[in-house]
């Protein structure tokens, strides 16, 4: 559709493919990330950029060139990269005397900005100065949050849900034990976020079971929150809407318990239970004075008579 509103039909097939990719689907796709780089960025900024370039590869896009602009003020420069990246996810480097080698973090909703959050690098440990070897490209990561400000305060219980959206890679229909190598880890501890990577070692334990241990591979971040740009609770649960089609059907009268157990109900009629046939024992028999309880009255006994 352009700018007067009229549908533009695509005249190549390489246009039409192009507008296929981009059409509502009912499963959508990976989510891409844009990494862009301010005006006045420094070198520990573009280099935070590259190492979180080289975690989320190959869903990402990393601008080179400087942009002037700056998203708490004026959005559209980042609504226009979405647009023309298809990205859905952004992080923002920037670098000033008021907000030294700062990040801002955010994710777009039918391209426009939803919610976004600003950080501060305080320390920063680079993906060259570890000298271990890197997880391969495209890994899908483990993500572990650790700290009570997760839960308990709205800002950092937004922003975990962010890094989620933005690490967290493909969805995959099954895992196998020795493609979980890469683990991100975020602590939240005295109004601070420390971000880690490590890769998963499998050592011979004697058993079936590995032993497992973590070396640090980067990039590592110390960061401590800044200004933020939440959606408003309405924004935040349209965004979150799935359609019709996707919900799973909900079957009656199965339910299940804490420990994941299916049951069932099943309706009957009223069943006459005097009528039920069981086993006949000898004991159970009834006498012929409780028959005749039972008949309301006493039967007159038949004489023998002799022939």
């Not at 690098?121 to 391969?136: A, G, H, Y």
């Not at 590995?210 to 609770?233: F, K, N, Q, W």
């Amino acid at each position: 559709m352009d700018a007067l509103g009229r549908v533009v039909k695509p005249k190549t097939k390489r246009a039409k493919r192009f507008l296929e990719r981009r059409e509502p689907k009912l499963t959508e796709n990976t989510k891409n990330a844009m990494l862009i780089k301010g005006g006045n960025a420094n070198l520990t900024v573009t280099e935070v950029l590259k190492d979180i370039y080289a975690v989320k590869k190959p869903f990402a896009v990393l601008y080179k060139k400087k942009n002037i602009t700056r998203p708490f003020e004026d959005q559209t420069s980042l609504e226009f990269f979405s647009k023309k990246s298809d990205c859905s996810l952004f992080l923002f480097g920037s670098h000033n005397k008021k907000r030294p080698n700062n990040l801002i973090i955010g994710r777009m909703f039918d391209y426009h900005v939803l919610d976004m959050i600003e950080l501060g690098i305080e320390n920063f440990v680079s993906l060259k100065d570890v000298k271990n070897n890197k997880c391969p490209e495209g890994t899908k990561p483990m993500l572990i949050f650790a700290g009570d400000m997760f839960e308990l305060n709205e800002e950092y219980r937004r922003l975990k849900n962010l890094l989620i959206d933005f690490f967290r890679g493909p969805t995959v229909p099954s895992i196998r034990l020795a493609g979980l190598e890469h683990v991100l880890h975020f602590t939240a501890l005295d109004g601070k976020i420390y971000m880690r990577s490590y890769k998963v070692l499998l050592k011979k334990s004697g058993c079936k079971i590995p032993r497992i241990e973590l070396e640090d591979i980067g990039p590592s971040l110390d960061l401590v929150m800044r200004r933020t740009h939440l959606a408003s609770d309405d924004l935040y649960k349209l965004s979150l809407k799935q359609p019709k089609a996707l919900k799973p059907k909900k079957k009656k009268n199965i339910s299940h318990d804490v420990f994941g157990t299916t049951y069932g109900r099943i309706h009957m009629q009223k069943q006459d239970l005097s009528k039920l046939q069981t086993r006949k024992l000898k004991g159970l028999k009834k006498r012929p004075a409780e028959k005749s309880a039972q008949d309301g009255g006493t039967s007159p006994k038949k004489s023998k008579s002799a022939w």
